[in-house]
């Protein structure tokens, strides 16, 4: 039978909760939490596939407001993120986060996609329904994320489809009533803290390059270089050095002298945000 999947939307706000960490650049956490009594931000999840139904999901827009000017550089007080700023930074966590769901096992190879994101006076959510609270360090409160639907994965699509394909029952006469079984507490899904999730990647080596300086030369000059050529870098030797890693900058420093050798000082790490929109491009 179709319902809400309580255990699939505790994976989702996890999710989400993730995404969020990564752009403002703090580790996130999340729990049960109370809706929003601002706007709403509502997006709806369509599901294929092996899944069947929708959720709905609310996100307290000013929370959203307060996330966005994180990811900007904004103070929030007296500069206040464009509702187009908004809007894209919703749209961006929402999508990665149920990319990432589809990925899961609990998603059982369901196919799910953000089909709308829309601002809303109020939250009327329909039938059961649970709120999560998202909470960082640089958040000045939590976000509220209200899920609601009947969004149903795997054998629970199944048997969803098969209902439907089936006729109606004839109705049998009237006789004692039966009591009705009690129907099984779903268990709430396990916490999984962030760091987790990548520990099973964290021992590949990845190839660091140190880049001193970089131009560009039109091929004439390049095929006249020789032994005693020189280049121009346009830059002086003190200025920092670019750490990258898979043809990504990571990094800034300083070039010193390590046991005879040389090495490099980090005197600047890129922000994680950073490195996620460079991997995407």
Request: proline share 8%; net charge negative; aromatic share 2%.
């Amino acid at each position: 039978m179709s319902g809400f999947n309580r255990d699939l939307a505790a994976a989702l706000a996890e999710e989400l909760a993730y995404v969020i960490g990564a752009l403002i650049d703090a580790p996130p956490e999340v729990g049960s939490g109370a809706p929003g009594d601002s706007r709403q931000w509502i997006a709806r999840i369509e599901a294929s596939g092996t899944a069947t139904g929708a959720l709905s999901m609310a996100i307290d827009a000013s929370g959203a407001a307060d996330i966005t000017a994180l990811t900007m550089g904004l103070d929030g007080e007296n500069e206040k993120p464009p509702v187009e700023a908004i809007l894209d930074t919703l749209r961006e966590v929402c999508v990665q986060a149920v990319s990432s769901l589809a990925q899961k096992p609990i998603a059982k190879g369901a196919t799910l996609s953000v089909s709308a994101l829309n601002q809303s006076q109020s939250l009327t959510p329909e039938g059961d329904w649970a709120v999560f609270a998202i909470v960082a360090e640089k958040m000045k409160t939590p976000l509220a994320v209200a899920m609601w639907g009947d969004l149903a994965v795997g054998d629970s699509a199944a048997e969803v489809k098969q209902a439907a394909a089936r006729p109606a029952p004839v109705a049998a006469p009237p006789s004692a009533p039966v009591p009705a079984p009690a129907a099984p507490v779903a268990k709430p899904a396990a916490a999984q803290h962030p760091s987790d999730r990548i520990d099973v990647i964290l021992d590949i080596d990845l190839p660091l390059v140190v880049r001193f300086g970089r131009t560009e030369l039109p091929l004439k000059t390049v095929t006249r270089l020789g032994p005693g050529s020189l280049i121009d870098l346009g830059r002086t030797p003190d200025e920092p050095v670019e750490i990258l890693v898979s043809n990504q900058v990571v990094a800034r420093g300083e070039v010193v002298i390590v046991s005879g050798s040389y090495g490099v000082r980090i005197l600047e790490v890129v922000s994680a945000r950073d490195r996620i929109r460079s991997m995407e491009v």
